[in-house]
């Protein structure tokens, strides 16, 4: 059993892939990137700055997960669409070029803490306009980063990815096991249980 610092429904849908029992600790942290941060670093002090809140929020004694993933080409980090626009531009910058994911996680236990971060990259057909539209039209990008979500109807627009599908979606799932294994959290249906939210958002 352990605490997940992430209300992300499809992290949690990972968790239960792999048999982790969990419950959800909502957290709030300020999710600005520092100047000059790389996209990296954003996402790995995002994911340890979630798993910390989860830890100072909870008082079950349980190892909590933190997890963030980042979008990025050029450089820039391509997060949530704040609107219709912002959404086409981003899908307009990803057609037809090859971007990265960083995904990272953090396992925090007290003073114990551990991290680490997936990087896959992923290649885009050439979108016409009207598809980026329609895709828009249909809800999926709107909450995500980088504006769309491989496991929906995102994944017709990927011609090619080298790395992590798991990390894409949300959660690298091959590094969330070597995090679990280190803290001895039981996952693979080894003792697994029905989740259950601590806190509902």
């Known amino acids: 059993m352990l605490i997940l610092a992430s209300s992300s429904p499809r992290r949690r849908e990972l968790l239960e892939q792999i048999g982790v029992a969990y419950r959800v600790q909502a957290v709030d942290v300020d999710e600005t990137p520092l100047a000059g941060e790389t996209p990296r670093?954003?996402?790995?002090r995002m994911a340890l700055a979630k798993a910390r809140a989860g830890w100072m929020a909870q008082s079950s004694g349980l190892s909590v997960l933190g997890a963030?993933?980042?979008?990025?080409?050029?450089?820039?980090i391509l997060g949530k669409p704040a609107d219709r626009d912002?959404?086409?531009?981003?899908?307009?910058?990803?057609?037809?070029?090859?971007?990265?994911?960083?995904?990272?996680?953090?396992?925090?236990?007290?003073d114990r803490e551990a991290l680490k971060c997936a990087e896959t990259r992923v290649r885009f057909r050439t979108l016409s306009p009207r598809e980026i539209s329609d895709y828009w039209?249909?809800?999926?990008?709107?909450?995500?980063?980088?504006?769309?979500?491989?496991q929906g109807l995102g994944a017709l627009?990927?011609?090619?990815?080298?790395?992590s599908y798991t990390g894409v979606v949300g959660l690298p799932l091959f590094e969330t096991g070597q995090?679990?294994?280190?803290f001895g959290v039981?996952?693979?249906?080894?003792g697994a249980a029905a989740s259950k939210d601590m806190q509902s958002t």
Do not use: C
Request: glycine fraction near 14%; proline fraction near 1%; avoid cysteine.
């Open 68 to 76: 963030d993933t980042v979008v990025t080409l050029d450089g820039v």
């Open 157 to 163: 627009f990927v011609e090619h990815i080298e790395g």
């Open 186 to 190: 039981t996952h693979g249906g080894h």
């Open 137 to 150: 039209a249909s809800g999926e990008p709107a909450d995500k980063a980088g504006a769309y979500g491989i």
């Open 41 to 44: 670093a954003f996402a790995e």
């Open 179 to 182: 995090l679990l294994e280190a």
């Open 86 to 110: 912002e959404a086409l531009h981003m899908l307009g910058r990803l057609s037809g070029n090859t971007h990265r994911v960083l995904s990272a996680v953090a396992l925090v236990h007290g």
